[in-house]
Each structure stands twice: as structure tokens, then as C-alpha cells.
């Protein structure tokens, strides 16, 4: 299945986004890269593209490919961003944006379980190397096992 996905609010962040050739911007959850392709449109900074998502990488690293030098890819999730920022050197950024939420890939995708309109195992995972999906969260935790206990 081809990756489709439209950014949203796109014109809203480009506006709020003023950034300069030499900006440090942060996209942190890149999905396709719609967000980070129409900022380095715009102005050829740098881009930390992170995403859980392997096959969202795949497809930022196609459509951002002009901008290879501008864009450096992390698989990992957002809520890492202090570890991945230090990691790089990096102590400071211009702008962080976070798209929260299900891509439209993710839905329309049957095999990703997180449509109910097909008949397909329930996964639910946005990291597919995850081990737990949603069908073994389901079945197999107890009642009185709460977020505290759930792996990260």
C-alpha cells in the first residue's frame, strides 16, 4: 500500500514557523515528511525528523529526498526527544511540531489494526517492532493491571 498522508493545518505552521537558513527544527512525528518538505521549502535549515514508525520513515526519506542533506531520520518516539537531541550534540532548536495522532495511512491500512471497517487482527502498534499489540493487551492483562505497568 502506497503511503498517503495529508499534513495538516500546513498553512497555520508554515506561518508560525519562521525559520532561518540556519535553523534547528524538529519534527516529531514525521509521518510522510508533508510538515518538514514544505518547511525546507521554504528555508533550507535542518531538520530532525523523528518517527516511530518505520514505514513512515521510509516514506519521509522518498519524499524529503531532495532534501537529504537538510533532513536526518531517528527512529524513535517524540517523548525521547532530550535523549535524541543530546545524542546529536544538539542543545538547543528553533521550532518542535507534533502532529499527535493516527496517520491516515494507519487507518486506510487494513494490516495496521486500527481500522474497524476490516475484518484484520487488532495490532494498534504506531512501532511495529514492538512486541505487545493491541489483541495481546487484550487478552492477556488482568484487570487490575494499570498505564504503571505498561511497557514503553
Same mark, same amino acid.
Given at each position: 500500500?502506497? =503511503?498517503?498522508?495529508?499534513?495538516?493545518?500546513?498553512?497555520?505552521?508554515?506561518?508560525?514557523?519562521?525559520?532561518?537558513?540556519?535553523?534547528? =527544527?524538529?519534527?516529531?512525528?514525521?509521518?510522510?515528511?508533508?510538515? /518538514?518538505? #514544505?518547511?525546507?521549502? !521554504?528555508?533550507?535549515?535542518?531538520? $530532525?525528523? $523523528?518517527?516511530?514508525?518505520?514505514?513512515? $520513515?521510509? /516514506? #519521509?526519506?522518498?519524499?524529503?529526498?531532495?532534501? !537529504?542533506?537538510?533532513?536526518?531520520?531517528?527512529?524513535?518516539?517524540?517523548?525521547?526527544?532530550?535523549? $535524541?537531541?543530546?545524542?546529536?550534540?544538539?542543545? !538547543?532548536?528553533?521550532?518542535?511540531?507534533?502532529?499527535?495522532?493516527?496517520?491516515?495511512?494507519?487507518?486506510?491500512?487494513?494490516?495496521?489494526?486500527?481500522?474497524?471497517?476490516?475484518? /484484520?487482527?487488532?495490532?494498534?502498534?504506531?512501532?511495529?517492532?514492538?512486541?505487545?499489540?493491541?489483541?495481546?493487551?487484550?487478552?492477556?492483562?488482568?484487570?487490575?493491571?494499570?498505564?504503571?505497568?505498561?511497557?514503553?
Amino acid at each position: 500500500m502506497e =503511503f498517503k498522508h495529508q499534513s495538516v493545518l500546513l498553512k497555520e505552521v508554515l506561518k508560525y514557523f519562521q525559520l532561518g537558513k540556519d535553523s534547528i =527544527f524538529v519534527d516529531g512525528t514525521l509521518g510522510g515528511g508533508g510538515h /518538514a518538505k #514544505a518547511i525546507l521549502e !521554504k528555508t533550507p535549515g535542518r531538520v $530532525i525528523g $523523528i518517527d516511530q514508525d518505520l514505514e513512515a $520513515i521510509f /516514506a #519521509a526519506k522518498e519524499n524529503l529526498d531532495a532534501f !537529504k542533506d537538510h533532513v536526518e531520520f531517528v527512529h524513535d518516539n517524540y517523548s525521547n526527544l532530550p535523549k $535524541i537531541l543530546k545524542s546529536k550534540g544538539i542543545e !538547543k532548536v528553533d521550532g518542535i511540531l507534533l502532529d499527535l495522532g493516527v496517520s491516515s495511512y494507519q487507518l486506510d491500512n487494513k494490516d495496521r489494526g486500527f481500522s474497524f471497517l476490516a475484518d /484484520a487482527p487488532l495490532d494498534m502498534r504506531m512501532n511495529q517492532s514492538e512486541t505487545e499489540s493491541a489483541t495481546d493487551i487484550i487478552n492477556n492483562y488482568s484487570e487490575s493491571r494499570g498505564p504503571q505497568d505498561w511497557q514503553d
